[in-house]
């Protein structure tokens, strides 16, 4: 992906030290919490959506029809194909 050169870095850390100062510490240390706080975040619809895939698929496994967890509130129709009625 992007990986900055050593020069690169050095113009980016010259610009925050001019545009932030004093305050440096201040900004990456609530920086560094908020990208803490997204990728718990991240995680946690991570680990809902890996629950609901395998609740439904053991549901549907050890018992046909029964629904359980989140995904009842949708209520989804499961899709049927007409009969086929050979010609008379």
């Given amino acids: ?3 900055p050169s050593p020069g690169e870095m050095l113009i980016i850390l010259v610009i925050a030290l001019l545009l932030f100062g004093q305050r440096l510490p201040e900004v990456a240390r609530s920086v560094g919490k908020s ?3 997204f990728q718990k975040g ?3 619809i991570e680990r809902e959506i ?3 895939i395998y609740s ?3 549901d549907s ?3 046909a029809g029964a ?3 989140p995904v ?3 209520e989804h129709e499961e899709a049927t194909a007409p009969k086929f009625e050979p010609p008379a």
């Fill in 1 to 3: 992906m992007f990986s």
């Fill in 35 to 37: 990208i803490m706080e």
């Fill in 42 to 44: 991240l995680r946690g």
């Fill in 50 to 52: 890996n629950a609901s």
């Fill in 56 to 58: 439904t698929e053991s």
């Fill in 61 to 63: 496994k050890s018992s």
């Fill in 67 to 69: 629904k359980k967890g």
């Fill in 72 to 74: 009842d509130s949708l």
